[in-house]
């Protein structure tokens, strides 16, 4: 199609979705004196399951945020087969930062951030200018180590766990030796890390705690609040929430340069991995235009589905489902990467005391623990985020030179992310698990189309431990784990310990913690599906400006863009490369 005028849009940019990519991006934009539309597959959710931080189990399971997708963790024909498995994320205002474990690590972060600076020869992706990035985004409320690397006046409150301390003065009963001597044995274990977010952190080995997107009373802070107050102290962002974009149009300009002007999008309309989706319909579209460009943010899943959709990707693939090729891009939906983590988890003697009341209901009145938290503004079990502490770990071979394993744990009883495991966390007050996580996992997976409908399922492969490589992954998750069986058989937690329940006693040998880590393996950082690279990498989806090639006005940011999974937690990660992305925006709109 030729170019229509979009000289009178209502708006600057149309933005679509509202995660950490997208709602961040979007939050740049209005301060910048842009107009925005923000549109997002979900709606506005701020419930107990969204806001408590210890409810974020619910809120990964609540119906009403959940996207369950499923993929398949290793190709036809590997000696394991896991195939259809539930991996969950969120579509609502906020995105998947509406129901994380709200853990903001910047650690870990050098070695990717350097790999991107060096494939551009850029400095703005430098380590230091990301600590500058997260400097305007950090309202720091805790007492951080270096301040010099800290922000305290930015639009996201990051805060600490209640300490040992303040649940003592808050209400002593929560306390117990359990959970001290727990705290105790695993601190000990390693040289202390005071600070997660300062920059000497980077590659620190050693044991700490990390903070939270929380807010000064412990309620979840996000992207969300920051939009909503952007919403309503200015007139240029427009939300469009509950509304599904099923393409991004493009034209050709008279120079014969292919643009992106708008988007075409269905109101009502969800994905099919909605517990809400009714089946498939026919699509009711509309279109709206923006005067500047066009933002893709829809996560590591529907980003890349979105491309194709509007004719971007593999030229062949496309044709096969029927789509008009527009730019043959063949690394769209490619280069999947994600963090792996496995999961062992020890009985207790006793219950913990912390959890005394605790049921995880919705109700007040039903949850003696939630009538604490919501009355008092005193923490309790529901003040904290998803882990107590955190192991940063560097495999013992030579070839490996920075830190490459988490070891996150908490007193609670968690396998992974599987369908019930929020049940699982209420029920069970006597456990306590540690998630050992591979950073930089060799594993490269892939998306790819089912069909050319907007509520087509994705088919996603993992595609995980293939290979010498992919066996190395496995044998350092398997020396982290026996690590951190040595580690709780010290006092003074030992005695507290029943016995190991997952996988259980007597599983020893190499091999019997193999089988345990190729059974239970499961990730939550999905990404790197539109990658950024050079000009010289064909499968390069971005360039340095987060531009999708061939397209003019349309970017993509989102966990979608890196090359390699980020850090050990990515959040903190995508909003410092949202940031560089907006300036990167504005300084295009300020140069035309
Ligand atoms: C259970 C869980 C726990 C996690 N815990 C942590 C943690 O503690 N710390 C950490 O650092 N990271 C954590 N993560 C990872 C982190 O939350 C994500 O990596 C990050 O939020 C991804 O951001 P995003 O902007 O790429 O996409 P998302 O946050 O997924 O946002 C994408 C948005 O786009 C919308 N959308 C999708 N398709 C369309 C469409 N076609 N039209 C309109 N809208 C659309 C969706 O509704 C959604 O709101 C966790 C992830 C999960 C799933």
Redesign the pocket.
């Known amino acids: 199609a030729s170019c229509p005028s979009t000289s009178n849009s209502e708006y600057d940019y149309i933005v679509?979705?509202?995660?950490?990519?997208?709602?961040?991006t979007a939050g740049y934009l209005i301060d910048a004196g842009f107009s925005v539309l923000l549109?997002?597959?979900?709606h506005d959710v701020d419930t107990v399951n969204t806001t408590v931080p210890l409810y974020?189990?619910n809120?990964?399971e609540d119906p009403d945020l959940v996207?369950g997708y499923k993929l398949d963790e290793f190709p036809e024909g590997f000696k394991y087969q896991r195939n259809d498995v539930w991996?969950?994320?969120?579509?609502?205002?906020?995105?998947?930062?509406?129901?994380?474990?709200?853990?903001?690590?910047l650690a870990g972060m050098g070695p990717d951030v350097d790999i991107v600076a060096d494939m551009f020869e850029d400095d703005s992706f430098s380590r230091d200018a990301m600590q500058d990035q997260w400097k305007r985004i950090e309202r720091a409320l805790y007492d951080p180590g270096d301040v010099a690397d800290h922000g305290f006046d930015g639009w996201l409150p990051i805060n600490d766990n209640p300490s040992i301390a303040e649940l003592n003065a808050s209400n002593p009963a929560f306390l117990d030796d359990q959970l001290i001597d727990f705290l105790t044995t695993v601190q000990s274990s390693g040289e202390p890390i005071t600070d997660f977010n300062d920059l000497s952190a980077d590659n620190a080995v050693g044991v700490g705690a990390p903070v939270?997107?929380k807010t000064a009373d412990h309620r979840r802070s996000s992207v969300r609040d920051w939009l909503v107050a952007l919403e309503s102290s200015t007139n240029r962002l427009t939300f469009q929430l509950d509304?599904?974009?099923?393409k991004v149009l493009t034209c050709t300009d008279d120079s014969g340069n292919i643009k992106a002007y708008g988007?075409e999008?269905a109101e009502g309309v969800t994905?099919p991995v909605s517990p809400k989706f009714t089946g498939k319909q026919d699509l009711d579209t509309k279109t709206v235009t923006a005067k500047r460009e066009i933002i893709v943010?829809?996560?590591?899943?529907?980003?890349p589905?979105?491309l194709m959709?509007s004719g971007i990707g593999e030229a062949a693939h496309l044709k096969e489902h029927g789509i008009d090729v527009v730019v043959d891009l063949p690394g769209v939906g490619q280069n999947l990467q994600d963090h792996d983590e496995i999961a062992v988890i020890w009985e207790l003697k006793e219950d913990l005391a912390i959890f005394e009341g605790c049921n995880f209901k919705s109700d007040p009145e039903e949850d003696a623990c939630l009538k604490y938290f919501l009355e008092s503004g005193k923490p309790n079990l529901y003040s904290f985020?998803?882990?107590v502490l955190a192991t940063a770990m560097k495999t013992d071979r030579p070839e490996v030179t920075d830190t490459d394993i988490v070891i996150y744990w908490s007193p609670v009883h968690f396998q992974g992310?599987v369908p019930g495991f929020s049940q699982e966390i209420a029920q069970n007050h006597n456990a306590v698990t540690a998630v050992h996580l591979k950073a930089r996992p060799s594993s490269r997976g892939y998306l790819r189309l089912t069909g050319g409908h907007?509520q087509d399922e994705l088919y996603i492969l993992k595609n995980r431990f293939q290979g010498d490589a992919g066996y190395q992954d496995v044998v350092d998750l398997r020396e982290a784990i026996k690590h951190s069986r040595e580690v709780l058989k010290q006092e003074p937690f030992a005695s507290h310990v029943a016995s190991e329940i997952f996988p259980g006693e007597g599983n020893g040998t190499d091999e019997e913690i193999e089988d345990h880590i190729y059974k239970h393996i499961f990730g939550?950082?999905?990404?790197c599906t539109n990658a950024m690279g050079p000009d010289s990498d064909k499968l390069a989806v971005l360039d340095q400006d987060f531009r999708v090639r061939g397209v003019q006005n349309l970017r993509v940011?989102?966990?979608?863009?890196w090359p390699i999974v980020p850090?050990?937690?990515?959040?903190?990660?995508?909003l410092v490369l949202?940031g560089r992305a907006a300036d990167a925006i504005i300084a295009d709109a300020s140069a035309a």
């Open positions: 679509v979705g509202s995660g950490a990519g997208g709602g961040s549109i997002d597959a979900g974020f189990p809120a990964v996207f991996y969950p994320r969120s579509g609502n205002l906020g995105g998947c930062t509406r129901h994380n474990a709200m853990i903001n690590v939270f997107t509304t599904l974009v099923t988007v999008y994905v943010a829809a996560g590591a899943y529907q980003s589905q979105l959709l985020g998803g882990l992310f907007p939550h950082h999905v990404c940011v989102d966990a979608s863009s850090a050990y937690f990515p959040t903190a990660s995508h949202a």
